[in-house]
């Protein structure tokens, strides 16, 4: 059980350590994985930056993820969920395209004048605050996959043992501070999973924020 988001950030930082976890840059998922990637990344000694992505809900149901896709236009799409709903071609690439740009309009606004990091041949700690599907989060592998990253490794303080698995595919490393076998949300694992603002989140990205 962890306090809050950045209680979880320093936990999931002891076990990094502790496997010996080297990065050149930390990739914070907006929004509840912000304060949680700050002390990791001040833990590695690395700047902390974002990877953006945005679900892609079923014609039915926004909330049920049929893909993501990131702010460079990566996308994961879940085939078997797809066909079940039978999801036409032109809604899958509709939604896909207005995910893409409000993705990269939540990337501007995160780095407002600074230009995205440099990927290419890096060693890369990707962090959210936890692992329940995995859309965003496939889609945020793929997109630092295809700029080049030498290395990346997934981060989370808490996720589903099912996905976790499932994503060593996606990753050269998957690391959880816990994965209970009966998981079923994020939320349960924290004693305050309180929604976290675009201001808060971005405040996590000040070079000064401590991990206290």
Not at 24 to 42: C, F, Q, S
Not at 83 to 94: K, M, T
Not at 188 to 205: H, I, K, R, T, W
């Amino acid at each position: 059980m962890f306090q809050e988001r950045t209680d979880a950030g320093g936990q999931l930082a002891d076990v990094l350590d502790q496997d010996d976890v080297e990065a050149d840059i930390v990739l914070g998922i907006p929004r509840g994985g912000l304060p949680v990637a700050r002390p990791v990344a001040n833990a590695l000694d690395v700047p902390l930056d974002i990877v953006a992505a945005s679900k892609i809900g079923a014609p039915s149901n926004s909330e049920l993820a049929i893909g993501a896709v990131a702010s460079d236009g990566s996308s994961w799409l879940n085939d078997d969920l797809i066909e079940q709903l039978n999801v036409p071609d032109e809604y899958i690439e509709r939604v896909r395209e207005r995910e893409a740009e409000n993705a990269r309009q939540k990337a501007d606004q995160y780095r407002s004048d600074r230009d995205p990091p440099e990927l290419a041949g890096n060693r890369v700690v990707i962090v959210d605050d936890g692992l329940a599907t995995g859309a965003t989060v496939r889609a945020c592998l793929r997109h630092v996959d295809e700029a080049g990253a030498e290395r990346v490794v997934l981060a989370v303080p808490v996720g589903s043992p099912d996905v976790i698995e499932e994503l060593q595919t996606d990753a050269d490393n998957v690391i959880a501070v816990e994965s209970p076998p009966h998981f079923s949300a994020v939320g349960e694992f924290y004693e305050q999973f309180g929604q976290v603002s675009d201001e808060e989140a971005m405040a996590y990205l000040d070079d000064e924020q401590s991990s206290s």
